[in-house]
């Protein structure tokens, strides 16, 4: 089974930082790698499919990169509705997804 | 603009069987390109995927190992809507439980999936 982890677990910024998360892969994924921001009480919505496609309506400061094991999210200029935890999903599996374990963004 | 709407009870008691309907609005649960999920959010086991039905000409099922013995998925197209069962449920069961679509986007000679509609969440308690 592939396994997903994230690092940090968990960061403080400020509004207007620039933010990155990072993903990395038990094995090789190529390009098959989604990302999701989820508010609490919420569904996890999609942002980044293909490990660096914008999902339509998501804001440009979003934007992923990496490939084969390693990933990033960077969000370019950290917005108040952008606190948030964020989920890296590898999809090489499919239909077995699995999910990282998230990261927390909070206020600093 | 596809919209899932969950439906089940809250609470189900242990050894019983976990039953939640998922009505599709906007698209087709027959769709030959989507695939409709179950996934389950708990904090000791974070996003897990638990199984899919899609239609390629025929109904196909996928289930997650760690529950296959005891799940199973239904499309209804009469009412154009998925459905979950769990059974034998057990305190482990209680999450947060999602239905989700799952797209495809191909690029070249590759497909990627991803889940872009979701339904907003029914908290499953199990106990007596």
């Known amino acids: 089974d592939i396994q997903m982890t994230q690092s940090p677990s968990s960061l403080s910024a400020s509004v207007g930082d620039r933010v990155t998360i990072t993903c990395r892969a038990s094995?090789?994924?190529?390009?098959?790698l989604n990302w999701y921001q989820q508010k609490p009480g919420k569904a996890p919505k999609l942002l980044i499919y293909a490990a660096s496609s914008l999902q339509s309506g998501v804001p440009s400061r979003f934007s992923g990169s990496g490939s084969g094991t390693d990933f990033t999210l960077t969000i370019s200029s950290l917005q108040p509705e952008d606190f948030a935890t964020y989920y890296c999903?590898?999809?090489?599996?499919?239909?077995?997804?699995?999910f990282g374990p998230g990261t927390k963004v909070d206020i600093k | 603009q596809v919209q899932l709407q969950q439906s089940g009870p809250g609470l189900v008691k242990p050894s019983q069987t976990l039953s939640l309907t998922c009505a599709i609005s906007g698209d087709s649960v027959s769709s030959n390109s989507a695939a409709w999920n179950w996934i389950r959010q708990s904090p000791s086991r974070g996003l897990e995927w638990l199984g899919r039905t899609y239609y390629r000409s025929k109904w196909y099922n996928d289930y997650a190992v760690s529950v296959k013995s005891r799940i199973t998925i239904n499309p209804d197209t009469s009412k154009n809507q998925f459905s979950l069962q769990l059974n034998s449920v057990t305190p482990e069961d209680t999450a947060v439980y999602y239905c989700?679509?799952?797209?495809?986007?191909?690029?070249?000679?590759?497909?990627?999936?991803?889940?872009?509609?979701w339904g907003k969440g029914t908290t499953v308690t199990v106990s007596s």
């Open positions: 989700a679509r799952v797209e495809i986007a191909a690029a070249g000679p590759y497909y990627y999936y991803y889940m872009d509609v």
């Open positions: 999903q590898q999809s090489y599996s499919t239909p077995i997804f699995t």
């Open positions: 094995q090789s994924i190529s390009s098959y």
